[in-house]
């Protein structure tokens, strides 16, 4: 079964660039849409944004202009790249796989918890 | 809106069916049938319990059922097992453009409600 596994550091410097990778393993990326997501204490679950096997993409725009999400498809791997982080940006950091391409996310990674702080 | 309206907390003994309400606008909820809920045990991440207001993906317990009305959707869980003590939370999507000048998120959460078997 598909599987999904979030890499990166755990704590990143105020105004440097937080990089992630989810590696899919059990299946493909084709066929799927592919968002981070991420989860604070005090605002709850906020979605990041999506992309696409294709290579489309999707913000949310309150963070467009400081995120990238990208795809290695000879790794099956999507990366978040958020820059300029600040302490708002300390969260768990999930991807997952939207089952039905209307935003129902069936298939979640384990999550890892970033830390913006000098 | 920055994220739909649950209860904060709900409870409820073995065996009793209990409901949880999520509340949104003519924007999400009201306007489209993609609602979703998930479960979130402690340190786990968010489980897809229903998607699309009341199907259920594969494997999930026929105890959950979702429904729409109006700007508000619920989850019921009938039979309350001790295992679904967690976290739940709803999503929706909604339309992306507000009053023709902000542009949203096309995807918004709910701030999740604590279920607490007695």
């Known amino acids: 079964q598909v599987q999904l596994q979030e890499s990166g550091p755990g704590l990143v410097k105020p105004s440097e660039t937080l990089s992630l990778a989810c590696t899919v393993s059990?299946?493909?990326?084709?066929?799927?849409?592919w968002s981070w997501i991420r989860q604070t204490s005090g605002k709850g679950l906020e979605w990041i944004g999506y992309?696409?096997?294709?290579?489309?993409?999707n913000y949310n725009p309150s963070l467009r202009s400081r995120v990238t999400i990208s795809v290695d498809t000879s790794k099956n791997q999507i990366s978040l790249k958020l820059r300029s982080v600040t302490a708002a940006d300390t969260a768990i950091y999930y991807c997952?796989?939207?089952?039905?391409?209307?935003?129902?996310?069936?298939?979640w990674g384990q999550g890892t918890t970033v830390t913006v702080s000098s | 809106q920055s994220a739909l309206t649950q209860p904060a907390s709900v409870s409820g003994s073995p065996g009793q069916s209990l409901t949880i309400s999520c509340t949104g606008t003519?924007?999400?909820?009201?306007?489209?049938?993609?609602v979703s809920w998930y479960q979130q045990h402690p340190g786990k991440h968010p489980k897809l319990i229903i998607y699309?207001?009341?199907y259920r993906p594969s494997g999930i317990s026929d105890r959950f059922s979702g429904s729409k009305s109006g700007n508000t959707a619920s989850l019921t869980i009938s039979g309350l097992q001790a295992e679904d003590e967690a976290d739940y939370y709803c999503?929706?999507?909604?339309?992306?453009?507000?009053?023709?000048?902000?542009?949203?998120?096309?995807?918004?959460f709910g701030g999740g409600t604590k279920l607490t078997v007695l």
């Open positions: 997952a796989r939207d089952y039905t391409g209307w935003y129902a996310f069936d298939i």
């Open positions: 059990g299946g493909s990326i084709a066929s799927y849409q």
């Open positions: 992309l696409y096997y294709s290579g489309s993409t």
């Open positions: 003519s924007s999400d909820i009201g306007g489209y049938n993609y």
């Open positions: 699309e207001v009341n």
């Open positions: 999503s929706s999507h909604r339309s992306t453009s507000y009053r023709n000048t902000v542009t949203l998120a096309p995807v918004i």
